[in-house]
């Protein structure tokens, strides 16, 4: 296996539906959705992301930074 250089996303449908579930404050429903995604697309770094705010107790699709 060579590398291409190219990162296999999820596709933005699944990724949309997976969001919509974070923006809307089913946090379970989005935490299943990002672990399938994840599963599926290991190399998506916005599921990995949402995924990992998600394990963090995350509750909302707010970002917030605290580390300068």
Known sequence: FRSTGF???APAADYQAAF???QSGAT???????SR?????PEDPL????LERL????T???IVMSDK
């Open 20 to 22: 919509d579930q974070l």
């Open 37 to 41: 995604l994840a599963e599926a697309y």
């Open 28 to 34: 379970d429903a989005a935490l299943l959705a990002f």
């Open 55 to 58: 394990k963090e107790g995350a």
């Open 47 to 50: 599921v990995q992301l949402h």
């Open 7 to 9: 990162t296999r996303r």
């Open 60 to 62: 909302s699709d707010r």
